[in-house]
């Protein structure tokens, strides 16, 4: 597509379920990043690929967040044991074909989880 | 470390008036500096950058904005404000080496009539 498409869109899951959220980022570009965005705030960092290497994950707020991209292509985001502070709107964002901090990043419409 | 600061959570301008959407940066090193735009249960729509090249920086829907070193300022102005305008503004900061963009607290634009 020509675009970063998230799926789903709209989540709500019961406190302690596992919830998988979807990245399919621009064809060919080669960094992927994960941002969380709380109500009435900016996006904070959580994790970043280039290619299929997850080269930062220090934003990830705990051991339940994991992220993956097998195949430097789709990215999955995924949360153990939900609980109600992980409620936010998830954000997926693609650059470059060379891995450059001054490319701009392309966002895809974020996924809102609601923890229940 | 990098960090941004956007004065003004919230910005009321009439049709037709200056808008001036304030952001401010801290960094150690030479920064790249962006603007993105939120429109309601959207993503971020990028606006404008600037990367060391030209100081004013001109980006789409009639923004500019110009990178000042020493106030560590890039703030985001458009001569006349349209109600399409109103939205989310926020700024950003990344630097060569590091990807991950800090993002300011953002600044709610609203346009009256």
């Known amino acids: 597509g020509a675009g970063v498409s998230q799926s789903p869109r709209y989540k709500v899951a019961k406190r302690g379920q596992d919830v998988a959220l979807r990245c399919d980022p621009i064809s060919g570009h080669v960094s992927l990043f994960w941002y969380q965005q709380a109500l009435g705030q900016g996006p904070e960092f959580l994790t970043y690929f280039q290619n299929e290497a997850q080269l930062d994950k220090s934003g990830l707020p705990s051991d339940r967040f994991f992220a993956e991209r097998p195949e430097g292509s789709v990215s999955t985001l995924k949360i153990q044991r939900t609980q109600q502070e992980d409620s936010a709107v998830y954000l997926c964002a693609s650059s470059s074909k060379t891995g450059r901090a001054d490319q701009p990043q392309h966002f895809g419409d974020g996924t809102r989880l609601s923890i229940l | 470390a990098q960090s941004v600061t956007q004065l003004g959570s919230h910005v009321s301008v009439s049709e037709g008036a200056l808008v001036l959407l304030r952001c401010n940066y801290s960094?150690?090193?030479?920064?790249?500096l962006f603007w993105y735009v939120q429109y309601p249960n959207q993503g971020l729509q990028l606006l404008l950058k600037?990367?060391?090249?030209?100081?004013l920086v001109k980006g789409i829907n009639g923004f500019e904005a110009e990178f000042k070193k020493s106030e560590t300022s890039f703030h985001l102005t458009k001569p006349s404000a349209h109600m399409s305008d109103a939205a989310e503004y926020f700024c950003a900061v990344t630097r060569f080496g590091n990807e991950k963009l800090t993002f300011g607290t953002g600044t709610r634009l609203t346009i009256i009539p």
């Open positions: 600037y990367t060391s090249a030209a100081t």
């Open positions: 960094s150690s090193v030479p920064p790249y």
